[in-house]
């Protein structure tokens, strides 16, 4: 955090001192009383918040700010109390405050898929010229915004966001915080069920990607080939609309595009230009978010061949499309970082177009965010579905929540005796032993939290060779 002054801060939430005096230096801003440490200013937010005296005996220099102030009369004398009218305005236009004192290009991401690999591969672009601040990994939930807007400081020279959607109005309290210029949408489509309810809503929540976007001078990206973000999403008074895809007239078309060793290679055309690129990792969702990060790091103010080149040494994701060479010489795909339909689906593509004539094994397990409404009964069937389109030889289905790819997989004409349910990554073991050998492709799509089990560890371990 850029430390301030209190005054600073008082002066631009309209605060008055009501105990206590003084002038510290703010290190910290906070709205959980747990969080406190050292030069901590605290937004008392929740009125039913418990106070813990013993948490402001043990730190020097609080400051809370509070429309109660009552509530804190009996703390030690060091803590100075500043009293709002409403401290719920008063925090957001600290937030405000703090965001604009810095003039840095921010970058903000959502989609149903792709957010942290591009993020990523943003990072990794920028940082061949500037010291860029992000969220870190996947760790995007709205509990962390602050945390992570106050990791900008006089130092951070750009900065990008992965903001997710988990319901409506998610989206737009991310965006409060961040006020990012340069808007990224990737995909949309159906996911986070169990907050968002149905797939309208969902996908209507995505749409809040231009909510406060300046129509002017703030830059949105999108996926020209997504009908999903057609549906929902209206441009029409923004001055500067980027499309990224594979059709025609994207200002990032992607024109060529083939498996290589390591990765995807892929024409560029913008512009009139055309520029070879390598990104390492493989799919066409690879090249979707190789585009955007482009076309995203470019509208940051470097030179397309220079993202391009930067981008050949991006270092892939683990667990995302993974390639392996694993038990027997045969070739795992290691995809489970997460589990949500749309990249059920892509893994499955890759799994066909990668493997040739190879026996293809896919096993997929149950998708945390769907939930278990007749909606999420839709996007599992619908998987089984997949799963024949992309010629599966034998699916193996993981867990209860997930057989109902194996029913729809079974009902469109998918042979029984190829069709398997296992609950533990014994049985999954015993069942694909005999096929693990160089004639063998094996998808991994089972969720990192079913992965961190015992019985699907040693699966991985013993599919992959490890410690052998």
């Known amino acids: 955090m850029k430390h301030l002054y209190l005054q600073q801060i008082v002066d631009q939430i309209a605060g008055t001192y009501v105990k206590g005096?003084?002038?510290?230096?703010?290190?910290?801003?906070?709205?959980?009383?747990?969080?406190?440490?050292?030069?901590?200013?605290?937004?008392?937010?929740?009125?039913?918040?418990?106070?813990?005296?013993?948490?402001?005996?043990?730190?020097?220099?609080?400051?809370?700010?509070?429309?109660?102030?009552?509530?804190?009369?009996?703390?030690?004398?060091?803590?100075?109390?500043?009293?709002?009218?409403?401290?719920?305005?008063?925090?957001?236009?600290?937030?405000?405050?703090?965001?604009?004192?810095?003039?840095?290009?921010?970058?903000?991401?959502?989609?149903?898929?792709?957010?942290?690999?591009?993020?990523?591969?943003?990072?990794?672009?920028?940082?061949?010229?500037?010291?860029?601040?992000?969220?870190?990994?996947?760790?995007?939930?709205?509990?962390?915004?602050?945390?992570?807007?106050?990791?900008?400081?006089?130092?951070?020279?750009?900065?990008?966001?992965?903001?997710?959607?988990?319901?409506?109005?998610?989206?737009?309290?991310?965006?409060q915080y961040f006020q990012p210029q340069i808007r990224i949408l990737l995909n949309i489509d159906v996911y986070h069920l169990t907050d968002s309810k149905t797939p309208e809503a969902y996908m209507k929540a995505k749409a809040e990607i231009i909510n406060g976007l300046n129509p002017q001078t703030g830059v949105i990206i999108l996926n020209a080939d997504d009908e999903n973000i057609k549906k929902v999403l209206d441009v029409t008074g923004y001055q500067h609309v980027i499309y990224f895809g594979f059709s025609d007239g994207c200002h990032f078309q992607a024109k060529n595009v083939q498996y290589a060793e390591g990765g995807m290679m892929f024409l560029l055309e913008h512009k009139n230009q055309t520029y070879p690129v390598f990104v390492p990792g493989f799919g066409k969702p690879n090249v979707y978010n190789a585009l955007a990060s482009i076309a995203a790091t470019s509208s940051a103010g470097m030179g397309v061949k220079e993202c391009c080149d930067r981008l050949s040494s991006f270092e892939q994701?683990?667990?995302?499309?993974?390639?392996?060479?694993?038990?027997?010489?045969?070739?795992?795909?290691?995809?489970?970082?997460?589990?949500?339909?749309?990249?059920?689906?892509?893994?499955?593509?890759?799994?066909?177009?990668?493997?040739?004539?190879?026996?293809?094994?896919?096993?997929?397990?149950?998708?945390?965010?769907?939930?278990?409404?007749?909606?999420?009964?839709?996007?599992?069937?619908?998987?089984?579905?997949?799963?024949?389109?992309?010629?599966?030889?034998?699916?193996?289905?993981?867990?209860?929540?997930?057989?109902?790819?194996?029913?729809?997989?079974?009902?469109?004409?998918?042979?029984?005796?190829?069709?398997?349910?296992?609950?533990?990554?014994?049985?999954?073991?015993q069942l694909i032993k005999p096929y693990l050998n160089e004639n063998t492709a094996l998808l991994m799509k089972i969720p990192h939290r079913v992965m961190v089990q015992d019985s699907f560890q040693e699966l991985k371990q013993k599919i992959l060779n490890e410690g052998q």
């Open 21 to 175: 005096s003084g002038n510290p230096l703010i290190k910290n801003v906070e709205y959980r009383p747990k969080k406190l440490k050292d030069f901590t200013l605290l937004f008392y937010r929740y009125h039913d918040m418990d106070i813990e005296k013993k948490l402001f005996k043990k730190y020097k220099s609080v400051v809370v700010v509070t429309e109660q102030p009552d509530k804190f009369k009996d703390l030690s004398e060091d803590v100075i109390i500043i009293k709002v009218s409403n401290v719920e305005k008063a925090y957001w236009k600290f937030i405000t405050y703090y965001r604009q004192l810095f003039q840095i290009p921010v970058i903000g991401i959502t989609g149903t898929c792709g957010k942290t690999t591009t993020k990523q591969m943003i990072k990794h672009i920028l940082r061949k010229r500037y010291k860029v601040h992000s969220t870190f990994l996947s760790n995007n939930q709205r509990s962390l915004n602050l945390k992570y807007l106050l990791g900008i400081d006089d130092e951070t020279e750009a900065a990008v966001f992965e903001m997710p959607v988990a319901s409506p109005g998610y989206l737009t309290n991310t965006i």
């Open 317 to 429: 994701m683990n667990e995302h499309l993974e390639f392996h060479i694993g038990a027997g010489g045969c070739t795992v795909i290691d995809d489970t970082w997460n589990a949500a339909p749309l990249s059920m689906a892509s893994a499955l593509e890759v799994l066909q177009e990668s493997s040739g004539t190879k026996i293809k094994i896919a096993l997929l397990g149950y998708m945390p965010q769907l939930g278990e409404s007749d909606y999420a009964v839709e996007q599992y069937a619908r998987m089984g579905v997949k799963a024949v389109e992309t010629k599966v030889n034998h699916l193996v289905i993981v867990g209860d929540e997930a057989a109902e790819i194996g029913r729809k997989a079974l009902k469109v004409g998918m042979d029984p005796s190829k069709v398997h349910f296992c609950h533990n990554g014994f049985e999954i073991y």
